[in-house]
Structure formats: structure tokens, C-alpha cells
């Protein structure tokens, strides 16, 4: 059985195909940023999908697609998702399922990157662990007693809108004080960026005139630098989201937590200081307990989450 995985984000998006065993033939990244809107997103997904289909010969029995939610599983339909909201009432499994003819299942993406972890890395074995994605957004996916919890209406795992500061900064999801707007890539971007014109000495000024403009890992880069401003920047961050991870593990006492998207390619960066924060915050039997660690699968686990979901769509 061979399989297509797509990841779709904020940002970036990836396609691979994949076997039964989780082992990738090739896969490709795509830049989708939401400012192109889903049309030309969806489109460019899809381009590179038939290519690496063409590429490498392998006729798709099936297609797991991972995406931010919420959304209908069932219909594989979005609804309202945050980081995504012109692409609000599109099926998405009907669009692939229209183009190659496989069938296609639709999850949440830190859902199935949960799954893709269970399967093929860090997880596998592992009754209960968290997977906490940190990227444009912030996600989570749980997994209790080794299957994927996804609640009453299979939207569950929604951390990066738990409330960290009441009366916080405003979020996409209507509300304030988000995880997701105090220690998301796209948080650490904006808070930087409020802040640089009382910080001219800041390197972080530099990065303004760089191709990608000043990004979350402007910031990590400037800190391990020893910027004063960029350091700031980052260790309320990690405070924050230190905060998040131990509420986490207050209320699910898991074994392990996963954290993966492209925040967390600051590795010790974010590690060390979300471990302590974690250490001092979380009731210590649980904080004692608990192993926080990167993602076995680094950029690639949302594909490898999205081939885990088609894998359990074909099973039933």
C-alpha cells in the first residue's frame, strides 16, 4: 500500500508518498503563505503532489491530509480555522479525492502529528503523550491509552488557545491572552517587531531588510547573539509557553511531550527554558514524571502525522 501525505500551513506546506511502514519514496515543501488566499495555496498543494506522484511511479491507495482546525473529520470540511480563515467551508477531501481518485481522510494537523509520532517516532509504544506543534500557530495532539483523543466534536487539542494573560493580547479565535498569540512563531515576530523602534541598538533592526523579514528565529538567532532586546523577547516567550506545557501536563499527566514545528528548531533554546518553567509550575509528581523532547521526525512529522492518517482511514 503506498500513501500521499499532505501537510497544509500557515507558512509551509509539504507532500510526500509514503509505504504502509511510514518509509517516504520523496516528498516536497511548498511555501503557502495565507496571504495568497486557498485557491493558488490549494493548487500549488496539489501541482506538487501529482509531481512527486509522477515522480515516483507508485500508484496512491490513499490520502491523509492534516490541516489546522477546527473542522468536520467526518466531511473533511475546515471551519473557521484560525490561522486560515478564508479558507473556512472548503472540503478539502473531496478536492484531492477528485484529482488522484484515492479516497482521502482529513484531521487536525497536531492530531495527526500526534499520530505520526505514535507510529513511526518519539510515541511509539507510549500510552499517553502529548504532541505540541509551534509555528505560525500552536497545536495540540493528545494520544490516551495509546488512540487519539479528539473529544465530543474530534476538535480537542486546541492548547495554543488556552488562556495564558486574561485580557491578553487579542487572537484570531476571537479571544485574548491566547498561548498562541504570546509564543507562537507569529507572536514572537509581532511582539519584536512593536517594540524595535525603542531598541535601535538591536540587531533585530537588521533583520527588517532581510528576505523573510524579521521572523521567530530572527529572534532566536539575535539572542543567541546575547541581544538584550532579542533575549527578552524570547525568554517570555518560552516563560509563556513553559506556562501552556505545564498546564498540559497538570491536567493529562502524560508520559511525554512532543514539541515540534519550526519554533522548535531553536532546540536547548526553547528546551531548557520550557523544562524549567515546567520544573517550577507544574505539581512536582507530575513535572517529575514527564519528559519533554523534540520531535523524533524534526520538519517532516506533520507529513509523516498526514501519512498516519491516511494509513488509519484505510483500516477503518
Known amino acids: ?3 500521499l501525505g499532505v501537510d497544509i500551513g500557515g507558512s509551509n506546506s509539504v507532500v510526500a508518498v509514503a509505504d504502509q511502514s511510514g518509509s517516504i519514496f520523496t516528498h516536497k515543501q511548498i511555501l503557502t503563505p495565507n496571504v495568497l488566499g486557498p485557491n493558488l495555496n490549494i493548487d500549488m498543494i496539489l501541482t506538487a503532489a501529482c509531481q512527486i506522484i509522477q515522480e515516483t ?3 496512491i491507495d490513499a490520502i491523509g491530509i492534516g490541516c489546522g482546525g477546527p473542522l468536520d473529520r467526518r466531511t473533511g470540511t475546515l471551519h473557521k480555522v484560525a490561522n486560515l480563515p478564508s479558507w473556512d467551508g472548503i472540503c478539502l477531501t473531496e478536492i484531492f479525492e477528485d484529482i488522484t481518485g484515492a479516497p482521502a481522510f482529513l484531521d487536525n494537523d497536531a492530531t495527526a502529528a500526534a499520530m505520526g509520532e505514535a507510529a513511526f517516532g518519539s510515541g511509539k509504544g507510549l500510552a499517553n503523550f502529548v504532541y505540541l506543534t509551534v509555528s505560525t500557530g500552536i497545536g495540540g495532539g493528545i494520544i ?15 492548547i495554543g488557545h488556552t488562556k ?8 484570531k479565535c476571537g479571544d485574548r491572552g491566547c498561548l498562541e ?7 514572537i515576530a509581532r511582539i519584536a517587531k512593536e517594540g524595535l523602534a525603542d531598541n535601535p541598538d538591536s540587531i533585530l533592526n537588521d533583520a527588517l531588510n532581510e528576505r523573510d523579514g524579521l521572523t521567530a528565529r530572527s529572534v532566536s538567532v539575535a539572542a ?10 524570547w525568554s517570555d516567550a518560552m516563560y509563556h509557553l513553559g506556562l501552556g506545557v505545564a498546564n498540559v501536563v497538570n491536567i493529562l499527566n502524560p508520559e511525554l511531550v512532543v514539541i515540534g514545528g519550526g519554533v522548535a528548531s531553536a532546540g536547548e533554546m526553547l528546551f531548557k527554558p520550557v523544562t524549567e518553567v515546567v520544573n ?13 523532547a523534540p520531535s523524533h521526525h524534526g520538519d517532516l512529522i506533520g507529513v509523516m502525522g498526514a501519512i498516519a492518517v491516511a494509513l488509519e482511514g484505510m483500516q477503518g
Do not use: W
Request: glycine share 12%; net charge positive.
Open 57 to 59: 511511479g507508485k500508484s
Open 280 to 292: 517550577q509550575r507544574a505539581m512536582k509528581a507530575l513535572a517529575d514524571d514527564v519528559k519533554i
Open 181 to 187: 498569540t504570546l509564543a507562537s512563531g507569529t507572536a
Open 144 to 158: 490516551i491509552n495509546g488512540k487519539p483523543y479528539r473529544g465530543h466534536g474530534e476538535n480537542a487539542g486546541e
Open 224 to 233: 543567541k547573539k546575547r541581544d538584550i532586546y532579542a533575549n527578552k523577547i
Open 1 to 3: 500500500m503506498n500513501v
Open 164 to 171: 495564558i494573560i486574561p485580557d491578553g493580547p487579542p487572537c
